[in-house]
């Protein structure tokens, strides 16, 4: 039996802690509870030793495509406060073992390692990501009586005063009678949680923060295990109601006298065989009338029992009318190519990465289907990525019609009792087929043979909070780390990834045709400034996208229009003075939100006009006049969504419009929703951000809108270009999907620019042999690596110290291979109250960079700089 233990903690220090086991069991990559600054906090076993704590040892970290990378497995740290003791070091004690075996297995263990080391993220942070398993555990403050607290008592009851012993001028004499009233509860020396204290005293929150501060209460964080099992209610009947028809015949005799309201349940209980979800049950009674407190009568009079039964998880409640799905389609020439050439290579075993690049429509998901299909067959399971999880509803349908209940589904929009449940599901082996965004790639498939990363482009597999990790790396690592095969999918392949397939490290294989011979759609583009000196006046909708649109919808098919904002207006400015209203917590312009003044669809919420701020939640009432100088000359620019559909509503008052972005899309269900009425021709007019430009495959539309997608070409990023092909090609994949053909129409004020060229094309190649030779020549990705550190802060004068401080020890050094670019003001130079500069290093070959990295994060140490006001980003998708 160990002595003692390492465990990572999710906090923001590049180190593991030493804890004393005293006698308890754990194994490495089970969880446990330790106290931590006050607190109780949930961390993982990383080690198990007999060992004194000594000092942090280093090891070296690799890139998927096998290049070294930063080192990071931080050994251990001390604890705080004595519990034991060994050699004078004075350790605190381990107080729960939450699990009796491994959550995390070896594989999962040296991936959560190789995701801290490479992304230079803390591993107690990045093991806590791989673990969606909070809702086991319950976190609520508890409070327990301090030594001059006890004192204050002590004198209180000497002198027969609560209020005087309370001492607290300026407190009512009700608060001093509560405080009291706490330290008299708190006497015995056993803390209490803050709902135990209430529910004894009546003190809230606020009077017991402030006997936190008088120093009279100890506040910690309690951590306690609690049953995240989804359990509902079942109504039964009971055996002497159940015999025959309950109400009427013989069974009825035998009954006691029921009102009309009793009848009505027992006779919808024996309508459902004898039982029923109580929350059903209740649902379909009350439109008849009948309250709910009538179950609980007949409950009292033993007619009817209640029963504790799991409550069921539905994947998926979309469904595609008059379509087949994947599976039962025949696989053409391509697709069998494709699929032949990844089921050798799960066959031969070993790590085997495949870039699978198909046109849009080449029928990619079909070939998924039928690899995952061959994984199972070979005894193996499989797991599935996509990016967005608005995605998830069409691809998990697709899975549980071809595999049942072997699908499980697991992303950030379920509750967090539901991703606890998929996720056991998944450990146990229940489910072999997973079906998640980027997190997902952490689940703990047992046998994994198979990872699918669909639409591997995409820039949402990029985490934007620590661990900052890509999701298609870390599954071309934990394929790498199994020894099994990895397929990155895409109509329009990451530069990243093509340039791998071109070096031999990726196997390429292609789909260049659609199935059944269909064409892709014709790309036309609109070119905005002839349009303008035709009309002289701006418009969101040039008169040829509304014409064809018109047509379309006349001869009864669909029509999507893609408006890549949120919001009515993302400027809101004074014509007066030119002051623009910006958040006040960010330094970004609010977006204007019109909100109520629109038709709902089907119901869905609409909040009212407002100013919000799209980074962080602010938002504020529309002011009637400039808050600089009282002007009412307040000007809205630019469209988004919301106002491209308040447009289209007034042009064709009898389309049917939806619009699918953040504002109207906020659950599981929202999507599951609108796409349900695309597919059965519900909604024959669509409007929406890039939500509606990748992955739906929805045969009645056959006319795609672009409105002002090249905006992005002027943003300051390397990769703007590659963004804006990206989200063209994949809109224009989302026409002439069904028998008949597509048109795209592409509003533009750069109709000559290469993106919008190589797009009307349908040119994936010709772009990306244009691009490599930008990025070649300017020596970005993939020609060198890339690191964004930012330094934040809420006070300006820290950003401007240590960044200056961090810049000076770079041009010190002159780290071998090495160019630094700043320190300067990030674009986005504050952010919810925080202020952001950064620097950019870049290097030819990645041990350079993380040799630079690991000195760096040294320097920051060393000079007392918080280590959660540095955020290293290595391999940034963008410089934001």
């Excluded at 990501?129 to 409070?143: H, I, N, Q």
């Excluded at 209610?233 to 025959?244: F, K, R, T």
């Excluded at 209203?581 to 909100?595: D, M, P, R, V």
């Amino acid at each position: 039996m160990s002595l003692y233990c390492d465990v990572a903690l999710p906090v923001p220090l590049d180190r593991v802690f030493t804890y004393e086991l005293g006698g308890l069991v754990a194994e490495v990559g089970a969880r446990v509870i330790v106290p931590f600054g006050g607190q109780r906090l949930v961390g993982v076993v990383v080690r198990l030793h007999d060992i004194t704590p000594g000092q942090e040892t280093l090891q070296t970290a690799l890139h998927p495509d096998g290049e070294e990378a930063l080192e990071a497995d931080p050994a251990s740290g001390r604890a705080e406060q004595p519990a034991g003791s060994t050699d004078g070091i004075k350790l605190k004690r381990v107080q729960q073992v939450l699990d009796p075996a491994a959550l995390l297995s070896t594989e999962l263990m040296d991936l959560g390692r190789w995701v801290a080391a490479y992304y230079c993220a803390p591993l107690g942070e990045v093991l806590r990501g791989m673990l969606p398993l909070t809702a086991e555990v319950r976190r609520e403050w508890g409070y327990s009586l301090a030594e001059r607290g006890r004192r204050v008592l002590n004198d209180a009851a000497g002198k027969g005063s609560s209020r005087r012993g309370s001492g607290g001028s300026g407190r009512s004499i009700e608060d001093q009678n509560r405080e009291y009233a706490v330290l008299n509860l708190l006497e015995n020396g056993e803390a209490a949680t803050s709902a135990a204290i209430r529910t004894a005293t009546g003190a809230r929150k606020a009077l017991l923060d402030g006997m936190v501060k008088k120093h009279w209460l100890v506040r910690e964080a309690l951590a306690e295990v609690r049953d995240a099992r989804r359990m509902e209610s079942i109504a039964v009947l009971a055996e002497q109601a159940a015999d025959g028809e309950p109400v009427e015949g013989e069974s009825a005799r035998r009954l006691p006298a029921l009102n009309d309201n009793q009848l009505a349940v027992m006779a919808e209980l024996a309508g459902c065989r004898g039982r029923a979800p109580v929350w059903e049950l209740r649902g379909r009674l009350r439109p008849k009338g009948v309250p709910d407190s009538t179950l609980g009568t007949l409950v009292r009079r033993g007619l009817v029992r209640l029963e504790e039964a799991p409550q069921v998880f539905h994947v998926t409640g979309l469904q595609q009318e008059g379509k087949k799905f994947a599976h039962e389609h025949v696989l053409n020439p391509a697709q069998s190519e494709a699929l032949g050439t990844i089921v050798v290579a799960m066959e031969k075993g070993g790590f085997r990465p495949h870039l699978l690049y198909g046109v849009t429509g080449s029928g990619k998901t079909a070939v998924y289907v039928a690899a995952i299909d061959r994984a199972l067959a070979m005894g193996s399971s499989a797991l599935l990525l996509v990016p967005e999880i608005g995605l998830t509803p069409g691809t998990a349908a697709q899975m549980v019609a071809a595999f049942g209940g072997q699908v499980a589904l697991l992303h950030s929009q379920l509750t967090p009792d539901e991703r606890a449940e998929q996720w056991h599901r998944v450990r146990r082996g229940e489910a072999r087929v997973v079906v998640g965004t980027r997190s997902a790639v952490f689940a703990p498939i047992p046998k994994l043979g198979l990872i699918v990363v669909d639409e591997e482009h995409d820039a949402s597999y990029k985490q934007e909070e620590t661990p900052r990790y890509h999701g298609r790396d870390v599954a071309v690592m934990r394929a790498k780390l199994l020894g099994c095969t990895v397929v990155l999918g895409s109509a329009t392949p990451s530069l990243e990834s093509w340039q791998n397939a071109e070096r031999g490290r990726y196997a390429r294989v292609e789909m260049r045709e659609r199935v059944q011979a269909r064409p892709l759609p014709r790309v036309e583009t609109i070119d905005m400034r002839v349009e303008f000196r035709e009309t002289g006046q701006e418009q969101l909708f040039s008169r040829r996208l509304m014409e064809e649109t018109r047509a379309t919808l006349e001869r009864g098919e669909q029509a999507i229009i893609l408006i890549n904002r949120r919001g009515y207006s993302f400027v809101v400015m004074c014509r007066s003075c030119g002051e623009k209203l910006e958040c006040e917590n960010c330094a970004i312009s609010l977006t204007y939100h019109k909100g109520g003044d629109q038709q709902s669809l089907k119901g869905q919420a609409r909040v009212g006009q407002r100013l919000e701020c799209h980074y962080c939640g602010y938002s504020r009432t529309v002011p009637k006049v400039c808050p600089k100088c009282q002007s009412e000359h307040l000007y809205y620019l630019g469209a988004g969504s919301e106002q491209g559909e308040e447009r289209l509503q007034e042009i064709f008052p009898s389309a049917r419009i939806g619009r699918m972005d953040r504002d109207t899309v906020r659950s599981r269900g929202d999507m599951e929703r609108m796409l349900g009425q695309l597919y059965s021709g519900e909604i024959n007019l669509l409007v929406g951000t890039q939500m509606i430009a990748k992955g739906h495959d929805i045969h009645g539309v056959t006319l795609v809108g672009v409105v002002g997608a090249d905006f992005a070409l002027g943003l300051p990023d390397f990769r703007a270009a590659e963004r804006v092909f990206q989200l063209l090609t994949q809109v224009s994949g989302r026409a002439g999907r069904g028998d008949l053909p597509g048109k795209v129409l592409v509003q533009t004020y750069q109709p000559e620019h290469y993106v919008n060229q190589f797009a009307r094309e349908h040119d994936y190649t010709g772009f990306t042999a244009r691009e490599i030779y930008f990025r070649r020549a300017m020596r970005y990705p993939p020609f060198c690596v890339l690191a964004n550190v930012i330094v934040q802060s809420e006070r300006l004068e820290e950003v401007l110290d240590w960044s200056t401080r961090l810049g000076r020890w770079l041009e010190r050094r002159r780290p071998e291979g090495i160019r630094v670019l700043g320190p300067a003001a990030a674009p986005n130079s504050r952010l919810k109250r925080i202020y952001r500069y950064h620097l950019v290093l870049r290097a030819e070959r990645r041990e350079m960079l993380a040799a630079a990295l690991r000195g760096m994060l040294a320097e920051v140490d060393r000079e007392r700089i918080p280590r959660r006001s540095v955020v290293v980003d290595v391999d940034p998708m963008h410089l934001m």
